[in-house]
Every structure is written in C-alpha cells, then in structure tokens.
C-alpha cells in the first residue's frame, strides 16, 4: 500500500448550520467522519488544505489520515460538497477505514501505445467511452489508476474490460457482460468535406440552370419588341 498522508484538522464543538457558516468565514470547511458503527465525528480543516489534496485526481481513492488533536483516524474521502456559484468546498465526508469491508470506488482510464496503434497512425480517433471505471475492493486495495494499451489497434477496434488486467483482489462493478471502454473510430472531417463540397457542386448547377432561363426570357422580350416595332412600321 502507498504511503498514507497525514491532514491535520480540528474539532468542532457545535453541530449545526450556525457553527458549519462560522466555520466557513473562518477559512475552514466543516467535515464528518463516520461509518464502523462508530459516533461520528464532527471537525474542521483549513480550506487552503482541503484544495490543495482536491487537486489531486485520486484524492476519492486514496486513504488518507486525518489526525486531530494528536489522534490519527484512517479515512476515504467520499462526498465534498461545493458552493453552486463560486464552487468552493463546503463540507466533506470522510468513511472510516474497515480492512475487511468492500467498497465501490471509480478509478482513472489511462491509455498506453498511442504512438504504436496503426489505427491512429492513419488518422483514426480515440473514442473514450469511460474515463473512469468502477471497481469493489478494500479501500486499501484500489489502484491509483487503470492501464489499456492500444498498441496493435486498427480503425474499429474496441478495448474491453477484459483487455484491463486488475490487481488480487479487485473486480469490476459490471460484472455481467464485458463492457466497451474506448475504440478506435475512423476520422470524419474527410467525409464532411466530400458532402459540403457536392452540395456546392450541386449549388453552382441550379445557378447556371437559372442563368440560362432568364436569358431565355431576354431573348423573348427582345423579340416581341422587334414585332411590335415592325407593326408600327
């Protein structure tokens, strides 16, 4: 297991709507650690803190400690709540570390071989249908991160789950059929084009087509004209 980080944090007293805003004006954001039938526990960190490991894309699979008055507790970041306007954190939930309990935990796609994939030499697309895959295990067991590899892959092939080789004791959420990740899509621009360039071919026909009627109807304005002159003669 990776190395576990400690975030220092405080406790806080009051429960409540009034405490969580005096919290908030005081630059910490109110926080909850609870499960393990244990009481939950109420505290504050430091927003500055609280930022900073959001930043990082595991921060939602990785244990961290949260130490608080000298007392460490093993936790898994689950729920942050934001501000709907400035998007600021408001409140986070942090589950106790069980080492026998199985949890559900979205992990990050990353792709391999890109430059070893003839499918994307000739100008084919990644199609990423999941960047993210869920996974069941202990929460000291999630893997930082997913790995496909699309060396080999020609336009229209897919990666699978089964293409995804996981760690002892991790599985895949979906278990009942092998579900797509990502293919190779062939590119459309050239496609696109070919279309806009027909319709124009098409667009200068019908002006040519009118072109040639309204000289038609000229010529006939020039004729009858040429009658009337002869009448008059």
Known sequence: MAEVETVPASPREAAGKGSARQARRDGQVPAVIYGNKEE???LTLERRLLVRELTNPQFFIQLIDIEI????????PRDVQFHPVSD??????????????????????????????PGLKQGGVLNVVRYEVEVFCTADNIPPELILQLAGLEVGDSVHASSVTLPDGVEFVISDRDFTIATI????????????DEE???GEGGTEGA????????????????????EDD
């Open 185 to 196: 899509a062939a590119p459309t621009i050239m496609v696109e084009e070919t279309a806009e």
């Open 211 to 230: 072109d040639d009627e309204d000289g038609g109807g000229d010529s006939g304005d020039d004729a009858e004209g040429s009658g009337d002159g002869g």
């Open 88 to 117: 600021a954190p408001m409140h986070v939930d942090f589950l106790r570390f069980d080492p026998k309990r199985k949890i559900a935990a979205n992990v990050p796609v990353v792709f391999e071989g890109e430059e070893d994939s």
């Open 69 to 76: 008055d000298g007392t460490k507790h093993r936790v898994l």
């Open 200 to 202: 124009g071919e098409e």
């Open 40 to 42: 939950p526990i109420a």
